[in-house]
């Protein structure tokens, strides 16, 4: 029997949800849901996370996350700027800050703003504390790889639209912050929120500063539970605590995309 | 007051400009009076965009001067900033600043290089939307208009500067051809108000209507130049002959390609990377 082509496409379709259908029926079936429970799904375990969860650790990794990405925000720029610069040592100066920071793991560079900058200023503290340290150290990494997304979008800008501004009799810096710069940011804000999300999760990386209860954050905190129950319930909560920060990010960065694409 | 003054409104010495080997102004000497309009035309590559841009310096001429109201925009020292203020320039693809609304785009110069305060900027900026027939534009963006819509407030948006001389290069170049004629009413508009205007146009009825002057360029040099009726009506080179029959009379071109001419000199100069935006 000949199948019409309809027919066929139906029915390539159907085995295809069978098989989705059949995958998920196989793992609930096999898996062990009671021992999955004990180890990680214990209610009074999740109970005696909250509210300590949401009021110390999630709002410190939403500070620390927000800390660093506006460091490394305004740095990058900056560096972006350095690289096309007709200043030849300012470029030199980008292009080997971009390399290196960008070759170095942000665990590194934390631990190296958290623990030299103490030994090499005696005198001086670094602002904030362990925020400031937070913030400084992986603003640094991250400025490295926002300079170059941030430059990409400067180059994206018409020519058309500095010429216009020059044409207008603003100045070169002018012209730059309100007219070039604005616009590249538009550009950008997609490549811009994944290194939010990436920041998001590297804040998990100041436990190496050592964080008292006061400065904890979600997957310390986490892990501290882990450690005190004999129980991996914590970590499977810190991991839904990263999710409602960074599902909602998206949405909104969708709308503002959506807003943008009028004023493009 | 313009009137008065002893010196054109621009005065061109012996400019030449090179792109790298490509020599695409061989020596140009010109002038524009004061409430003159001068149409420049002639075949693509023949350098007369080169020659509208090196006026406010968004290009840097290779040798020769250049002066506009007096002031010697060659000069190595100019404060290039304030001169450009006094010369309005209009793209051939409009340049609005997308991000910003119509009248935004009409103050933003106002305010950030001529410090004027919003309520000022904003009266001028919609008096200028009037005289461009756009009152009603004022709060949309950019990519909400058409392509005439768009050219006629990049015109606005020139004028709300005050300036005394106004660049077109090919402002009708990039538009539907049932848009081109808001935009060149606005334009003659303009001249019949006195604006000194330099404009590189395709538009012959333009040329012949509303201009005071014709200049024909081809490969870098002026060919002739005089009033309209000479220029276009009885030509005395062979080229701007064979350029007008081409233009006007498309589908009898007599000789198909131009083999007497280079190759198409580039249209947007190969910049370095780096100096995209550094102008």
Redesign the interface.
Known sequence: MKLRRRQRERLSLWLQYLAFIALIAVVIYAADWDRLRAAFFRVDIIKSMFPTIITVALRNTILYTLGAFAFGLVFGTILALMRLSRVAPYRWVATAYIELFRGLPALLVLFLVGYGIPIAFPEREIPGGVFGSIAIGLGLTAAAYMAETIRAGIQAVPKGQMEAARTLGMSHFTAMRTIVIPQAFRIVIPPLTNELILLTKDSSLAYVLGVTAQTIEVTKFGRDMLNDRVNATPLLVAGLAYLVITLPLSQVVRRLELRYAKAR | MTTTQPRPAVEIRDLHKSFGPLEVLKGIDFEVGHGEVVCVIGPSGSGKSTLLRCV?L?EEPTAGKIWVDGTEVTDPDVEI??V??G???V?Q?F??????TVLDNLT??QR???RRGRGEAERIARDNLERVGLTDKAAA?P??LSGGQQQRA?IA??LS?EPKLMLFDEPTSALDPELVGDVLTVMRKLAEDGMTMMVVTHEMAFARDVADRVVFMDGGVVVEQGPPQEVLGAPQHERTRSFLSRVLDPTHVAQLGQPDRAPEPPE?PR?S???????
Do not use: K, Y
Request: net charge positive.
């Open positions: 406010n968004l900033d304030s450009r203020r010369i309005g320039m793209f693809s340049n609005l600043f997308p991000h910003l933003i110069a950030r290089v001529l963006f990519a909400q990049a948006r020139s500067m947007a910049l990377v780096d100096d995209r935006h550094n102008l």
